[in-house]
């Protein structure tokens, strides 16, 4: 099957494992997916017999709207790059055929993931696979490539949101064994998204998957796509899977923990130097800290996500960084030179991975181009060292708000709409009357 993707102006040959499936009769339908600010799985199915030439040409246009609203579908009439000041004009999703895969729990059906273009065939300054791909851009300007890897938390629950186990067994392979089929079917996602592996986490009927290390932009797709994943294949086994920060008062949170490492013409670039941290990856660690508390934002965007920073919870509360140290909010692990990496830990499982990805990956931009660095590295309990990070989605958004540099990075336009988004997250909070506070003030008010 022969046929050409226009993109600014150019054309080149549409092919692929997926264009070649469908010339076969193999192929059903096709998935084009993209995500909105707060990470959902945006689409349109499209029949196979009706997906090439679309995606050779304009590609599949949507209403910008999408990228204007908040976690709930409330378009925010801030918003710079859609809105009712623009009309809510369309964008378009054109795929990248280097994401296409099978969809394992649809036989015939296959996924591709797509980058948001404008009338003009630019990318959506706001779109968040765009705003990562800038910043993969300027890292490769420095001459640098980023290695991501990402370990992801969630609870797999009952339909109605209640537990399905009980006890704190982290590790175990009987409190595994109890969520079978389900866990077997995500172990089994390789062809779809490379799962290094799957443990029960603190919390009852909590779980962790850790996916392979991967070049920046395919580690974010990965991430983005295995929420898509567990919650879809959880549904087909009668049970709910969750990636709210913390969905259980007095239970553990879930995260976000996302493994970096540096490269250059395929030499790892924090191989350990004299017993230490590289100077490369001290500047990293350094722009790290200097910026992490916007990068909270990106982290944990919603109201909830902040329930989940407790002392002494495994979720660090300050700027810290340390070796092989959870109490740390930036790990740093001195292995072989090619698995020597850092960790940042503050992540929450809510969080977009294409912003997050790009938050950090722009603060350590930022340290190899200040030249930063990092205060000693600490050691024993750090959860008490240093300035407090963020409490609360207000103290994040101020924050954020005030970071000239990792705007600039990120992209002014993109940051603005982030942050109004998560404004009215925090507004529509506020205005909320809580059962606790009827249960502590109403008689005694």
Same mark, same amino acid.
């Given at each position: ?16 494992? /997926? ?46 709207? +999408?990228?204007? @609203? ?34 394992? @729990?649809?036989?015939? +059906?296959?996924?591709?993931? +797509? ?11 706001? &779109? ?17 490539? +980023? ?121 790892? /670039? ?19 800290? &200097? ?40 790990? &740093? ?108 003030? /109403?008689?005694?008010?």
């Amino acid at each position: 099957m022969n046929s050409t993707l226009t993109t600014h102006g150019h054309t080149r040959p549409l092919t692929g494992e /997926l264009v070649e499936a469908i010339g076969r009769g193999q192929v059903t339908d096709v998935e084009v997916a993209w995500p909105d600010h707060s990470g959902h799985v945006l689409g349109k199915r499209i029949p196979a017999g009706r997906f090439a030439d679309r995606a050779a040409g304009a590609g599949f246009p949507f209403c910008g709207a +999408a990228l204007a @609203w908040n976690t709930v579908g409330d378009v925010e009439p801030d918003a710079r790059i859609s809105s009712a000041r623009t009309g809510f004009p369309d964008l378009f999703a054109v795929p990248d055929l280097t994401t296409a895969r099978p969809l394992p @729990w649809r036989p015939g +059906a296959w996924q591709v993931l +797509a980058d948001v273009v404008d009338h003009h065939r630019y990318p959506a300054a706001t &779109s968040p696979r765009a705003v990562l791909q800038g910043v993969i851009g300027r890292l490769d300007g420095l001459g640098y490539t +980023a290695r991501i890897g990402v370990e992801l938390e969630c609870y797999l629950l009952r339909p109605d949101g209640t537990l399905i186990q009980d006890g704190v067994q982290a590790y175990s392979l009987e409190k595994s064994n109890e969520l079978d089929p389900l866990l077997s079917a995500i172990a089994q996602l390789e062809a779809y998204v490379p799962v290094e592996g799957i443990l029960t986490e603190y919390g009852p009927g909590q779980v962790e998957v850790n996916l392979a290390h991967q070049e920046a932009l395919t580690a974010a797709d990965d991430a983005f796509r295995l929420r898509y994943a567990i919650k879809e294949l959880a549904r087909r086994h009668g049970l709910l899977a969750t990636f709210m920060a913390k969905p259980f008062a007095g239970l553990s949170g879930s995260s976000s923990h996302v493994h970096v490492s540096l490269w250059q013409q395929g030499s790892p /670039l924090f191989a350990p130097a004299d017993g230490g941290e590289s100077p490369l990856a001290r500047h990293a660690v350094g722009g790290l800290l &200097s910026h992490l508390p916007t990068i909270t934002l990106f982290g944990s965007p919603t109201v909830n996500s902040y329930k989940r920073f407790v002392p002494d919870a495994f979720a660090p509360v300050t700027a810290t960084w340390g070796g092989d140290n959870r109490t740390a909010a930036v790990r &740093s692990l001195l292995e072989t030179p090619e698995s020597s990496r850092i960790e940042l830990r503050t992540g929450s499982a809510d969080a977009n991975p294409y912003w997050l990805v790009a938050a950090i990956l722009a603060a350590i931009v930022s340290g190899l181009e200040s030249g930063a660095e990092p205060a000693e590295r600490g050691d024993g309990d750090l959860s008490g060292h240093t300035e407090p990070l963020p409490a609360t989605l207000a103290d994040a958004l101020a924050a954020a708000r005030q970071d000239k540099v990792l705007a600039d990075i990120l992209g002014p336009d993109a940051v603005h709409d982030f942050t109004v988004l998560a404004e009215s997250e925090w507004r529509e909070y506020t205005r909320q009357v809580t059962s606790w506070e009827t249960d502590r003030y /109403l008689r005694r008010a």
